[in-house]
């Protein structure tokens, strides 16, 4: 049942509203780090809480640019975001359960619930999880987590529509969902925040990766075969409705491809410009027109299969390892990416590609966070493992017809994923270079 409609609150009544733009620039879910708040809007709020008050507030930041960015947070007595005390959330949480709604005279605030929700009870122990970069979550007595959305964008959000879709049509690794709560409004619609069941004694597909790779590396090559298979799974449930148009399957086109290699060759270009006159680099300094060439071949061979609704961000860190097999998360896409963009269907080889890549990543990541070693060829033995089982359990129509368009469009996705990384690194991380420098040669010499 929908609250009374409330009249436009002013939040003003409890937080100094000058003081938000520097307050925003300093939260970690701040998008725009490179860019200055010039000012803030509430354009909606809504009471969640009387005594203390606590709000849920959509806040507009605006920039000198005249472009702005909408953010979720809570409000209370004296804060700007009353999640310092993460047990403030479980308001939300409540309502979700109880399948509420507040109205508002721009809009509602709507609350939904899941079947099988977990209740949680009152005074449950309630913890922020990780230190995450541009969500916050919320995990309530070990059974619960809470996922709320800061950057706001129009549209439903893939975290919420994919595991609305797995869940339905009977893809079990996943962590279920609970419920979730949206915003419906005159001048926007968006997702605000998921819940999902929280799986105790679950271990972090990377952190898994590192402490078995040096320790017992034959074992986890079986685990990510069968993280291949899973893979495969999910790809064919995603590609399984012909009748949603949100996931229905479709033919690819070259313009898409076209477009991917045209991208990707701009990237080329302009981070082989300013590669630095160091070691780590020096397989590839020079060597841009080679990239740029070698993509080019392998676009010319052309596209098959279908483009579906993909992970979009898929690699270890994306998974977890529990006592009933792998389980994948987060499925909201690459957060710096438009939310049209993380719900356009692409190739299943995307995320094969990616998660290829965080083999990578691992095996190097062994010997720079924990001091181990790799068995000599670890990482061309797991992804052989993985694509073994995922090639024997995908649905063949999804991909394209012959072992060298397969392979020719799956090192176009590498190659995407190698260049991204390499102007990561170069700007955050530069001992970390030799991995994506590596990746690049790998694709340089292949056949």
Known sequence: MADPVQSPLDVERIVALDELPEWLEQQRWYASKSRSVTGVEVVESAVLREDPILLLALVQSRFATGTHELYQLLPGPGTFDALADPSQSLELLWRIER????????????????????????????????VEQSNTSVVFDDRVVLKMFRKLEPGINPELEMLRFLT??????????????????????????????????????????????????????????????????????????????????????????????????????????????????????GRGQDVRERLAARAQIGVGGRVIRTHGDYHLGQTLATSGGWVIIDFEGEPARPLHERRQKRSPLRDVASML??????????????????????????????????????????????????????SIFELEKAIYELRYELDNRPDWVPIPVAGIKRLLEAE
Do not use: C
């Open 99 to 130: 399948v509420e709604a507040i109205d508002t005279a721009q809009g509602r605030f709507a609350f939904e619930r899941a079947d099988g929700f977990t209740e949680v009870r009152e005074g449950a122990p309630a913890r922020l999880m990780g």
């Open 357 to 410: 890549r965080s083999f990578a990543y691992t095996t190097s990541a062994v010997e720079i966070q924990r001091g181990g070693k790799a068995p000599e060829g670890y990482e061309q033995r797991a992804r052989e493992r993985f694509l073994e089982q995922y090639f024997e359990h995908v649905d063949s129509t999804l991909l394209p017809t012959g072992e060298a368009q397969v392979a020719s469009l799956l």
């Open 168 to 285: 339905e049509h009977g893809f079990e690794s996943i962590a279920p969902l609970q419920g979730w709560y949206e915003y419906e409004g005159q001048a926007l619609s968006a997702t605000l925040g998921v819940a999902q069941t929280f799986l105790p004694g679950a271990t972090d597909g990377w952190e898994l990766a590192l402490d078995q790779i040096a320790s017992s590396p034959d074992p986890f090559l079986d685990r990510l075969g069968r993280l291949g298979a899973i893979t495969a799974e999910m790809h064919n449930v995603l590609a399984s409705d012909a009748s949603d148009p949100a996931f229905s399957p479709e033919e690819p086109s070259q313009e898409a491809l076209s477009l991917l290699t045209a991208t990707v060759d701009e990237d080329i270009e302009r981070v082989f410009v300013r590669l630095p006159d160091d070691g780590r680099v020096a397989d590839i300094a």
